[in-house]
């Protein structure tokens, strides 16, 4: 796991290498108290300290940190039957953040469950469908940003609705001597995925290309091992003349494009 907001200032004189092997150790018995939540369920400060032999004190430090950064929450302990007196004591429970920081095996359950589809009877169109669909109802959350857009900024457009999606998308002119612009996304959250299942990639593309409306052009993918995910959008007015190009010297020209730096 991973977590942030961990900056510290050494104290005057203190080395370097007793910060870091502090932060280390800090970050190590953070996850411990993350793990044991995850394992036990909602906690109380006691449950902590007594499952991984720490003081209270030293839980409590730990767990403010976590709450901080959104890994754990505090909520008031469930009561069932009759109350005691006095006020229920305070659990910590993970986040939606916290559990996402531990490894769910989703891009396996996801691979399994498309590989399935695919080996029954028609699953080949079943998978096609599925990627088109999935993407359709993506693209339904897009379509207002680059509709609203002035057609000379319908790429930035869409880049800025993906990069909201997580896909960290930038828009750019596309190196001489292609005309138009690259799309790029320098993350793609189903990658492990789309790496077996490439269905997921061809239907995004026809999605950028319903958007925009033209014909589009992936160049790379961070499925298949590049860097980025690079999409060739060329401008208004010279569509044809991409289409109509021998497919050849497309590809190759595109494969120039998209290896020279912008």
Not at 87 to 108: E, H, I, M, N, W
Request: neutral net charge.
């Amino acid at each position: 796991m991973k977590y942030v907001g961990e900056t510290q200032e050494a104290p005057m004189g203190a080395p370097q290498e007793e910060l870091a092997a502090g932060l280390r150790s800090d970050r190590s018995t953070r996850n411990r108290v993350a793990r044991s939540i995850l394992d036990h369920g909602p906690s109380t400060v006691t449950d902590l300290a007594g499952r991984l032999g720490l003081t209270q004190a030293a839980v409590r430090r730990h767990l403010d940190a976590l709450v901080a950064d959104d890994v754990v929450v505090a909520r008031e302990q469930r009561v069932y039957g009759a109350r005691t007196r006095g006020r229920p004591a305070k659990v910590f429970a993970l986040t939606d953040c916290g559990r996402d920081a531990f490894d769910q095996s989703y891009d396996k359950l996801a691979a399994d469950a498309l590989r399935w589809i695919q080996e029954q009877p028609g699953g080949d169109g079943a998978l096609v469908a599925f990627a088109r669909a999935r993407l359709a109802a993506q693209a339904a959350g897009y379509r207002a940003a680059v509709e609203g857009a002035p057609p000379g900024g319908r790429t930035a457009a869409l880049a800025r609705a993906l990069s909201a999606d997580g896909y960290a998308a930038t828009a750019r002119s596309a190196p001489l001597p292609q005309q138009g612009e690259q799309l790029c996304q320098h993350h793609c959250p189903v990658a492990h995925v789309a790496e077996q299942f490439p269905q997921l990639c061809e239907a995004e593309t026809e999605m950028f290309s319903q958007l925009l409306g033209t014909h589009v052009q992936r160049l790379a993918t961070i499925a298949h091992g590049d860097g980025v995910c690079t999409t060739f959008i060329p401008q208004s007015g010279v569509t044809n003349a991409v289409e109509t190009t021998p497919k050849t010297d497309t590809n190759a020209s595109a494969r120039t494009a998209g290896r020279n730096p912008a």
